[in-house]
């Protein structure tokens, strides 16, 4: 089925998706918060030498014993983030690339950024064909 307006033409599959990323509103981010026990941001956190002067807060919304991290010696420390590929590149693709190269230069901590076209196959059953394609 195909929904058309004027001359946009839109599948339904494209509209359900979109469906699926409306629900991701406060509430929901908020759940998962709670649910992967993640906490929310603090003024007295930091990474390296990045101080939360609104810093942090403002490229995350949450963390995971971010202060057992600064326990490391830097020595030791690594950054690592990283997508899966469903479709062309989008704007939170090129977010997760523009983060971890900021905390690699204002940080100095090691970084490595982690393509899973494996993870976008099984998070949502795309055809490894049109993965694969993206992914080259």
């Known amino acids: 089925m195909k929904i058309k307006h004027d001359k946009t033409v839109i599948s339904s599959e494209m509209l ?3 469906k699926k990323e409306i629900v991701m509103d ?3 981010i908020k759940s998962i918060m709670k649910k992967e026990r993640f906490r929310a941001m603090t003024p007295d956190l930091k990474i ?3 101080r939360n002067n609104e810093v942090l807060s403002l490229k995350f ?7 057992k991290f600064n326990e490391v010696p830097r020595r030791n420390q690594h950054l690592v983030t990283g997508f899966g590929p469903t479709n062309a590149p989008t704007g939170g693709t090129l977010s997760i ?3 971890a190269l900021f905390f690699r230069k204002t940080t100095n901590i090691d970084s490595t950024i982690i393509i899973s076209n494996l993870g976008a196959f099984d998070s ?3 055809n490894f064909e049109k993965i694969w394609y993206f992914f080259k």
């Open 16 to 18: 359900e998706h979109a």
């Open 26 to 28: 406060d509430d929901f």
């Open 48 to 50: 390296g030498r990045i």
């Open 61 to 67: 919304s949450c963390h995971h014993d971010l202060n």
């Open 97 to 99: 690339i523009l983060r």
């Open 124 to 126: 949502r059953n795309i």
